[in-house]
T-cell receptor
Framework: RKEVEQDPGPFNVPEGATVAFNCTYS??????FFWYRQDCRKEPKLLMS???SGNEDGRFTAQLNRASQYISLLIRDSKLSDSATYLC?????????????FGRGTSLIVHP | GAVVSQHPSRVICKSGTSVKIECRSL??????MFWYRQFPKKSLMLMAT?????????EQGVEKDKFLINHASLTLSTLTVTSAHPEDSSFYIC?????????????FGEGSRLTVL
């Protein structure tokens, strides 16, 4: 079983749609959780951190379920510019560092 | 936001040569940097954790003699692909955290696309 698993998609949705991605992780000692966005042939950039109580940033809502070991990302009112790959990142302590583990990413395509 | 610069962004080399990739944190000190490689449509795979002033910690399956990592200062880490072969062709990317805590945001370099002929 992979440490961090995501459905690779692609999710193909019309503008204005609501879309949700899930990500599961296997390491119960994981301490921090993030969603990153990666555009084609570019470096990943932080979209949002994921907090235990859930958090929202504009059209984006992230949630964490520690008991079931998954995190989710909800995008409301999708825009064409939301088209990208969304990476789930989980960090755990190891050897004095907090090692980030990436999911393979979920591809989102928003069409007119 | 914090800036991490990676150089070169693209390199083409002949089989058997060595290639050095630099990763610099421009406006902050990074005690820890991470090196990844990414194949098309695949996830970023952590290669090693680079700590300033000490030896890098390599992930299982990554040859430390093949991928030499040096983190000589708080703002610079280098990855040298030694005796490169076509199977080493990939997208290499570094990241650094401004803080040492688990909640710290990772800032990524722009990546280096290596093509070995």
């Amino acid at each position: 079983r992979k440490e961090v698993e995501q459905d690779p998609g692609p999710f193909n949705v019309p503008e204005g749609a609501t879309v949700a991605f899930n990500c599961t992780y296997s390491n119960s000692a994981s301490q921090s959780f993030f969603w990153y966005r990666q555009d084609c042939r570019k470096e990943p950039k932080l979209l949002m951190s994921v907090y235990s109580s859930g958090n929202e940033d504009g059209r984006f809502t992230a949630q964490l379920n520690r008991a079931s070991q998954y995190i989710s990302l909800l995008i409301r009112d999708s825009k064409l510019s939301d088209s990208a790959t969304y990476l789930c990142v989980v960090r755990h302590a190891s050897g004095g560092s907090y090692i980030p583990t990436f999911g393979r990413g979920t591809s989102l395509i928003v069409h007119p | 936001g914090a800036v991490v610069s990676q150089h070169p962004s693209r390199v083409i080399c002949k089989s058997g040569t060595s290639v050095k990739i630099e990763c610099r944190s421009l406006d902050f000190q990074a005690t820890t940097m991470f090196w990844y490689r990414q194949f098309p449509k695949k996830s970023l795979m952590l290669m090693a954790t680079s700590n300033e002033g000490s030896k890098a910690t390599y992930e299982q399956g990554v040859e430390k003699d093949k991928f030499l990592i040096n983190h000589a200062s708080l703002t610079l880490s280098t990855l040298t692909v030694t005796s490169a072969h076509p199977e080493d062709s990939s997208f290499y990317i570094c990241s650094a955290a401004k803080t040492s805590g688990f909640a710290g945001e990772l800032f990524f370099g722009e990546g280096s696309r290596l093509t070995v002929l």
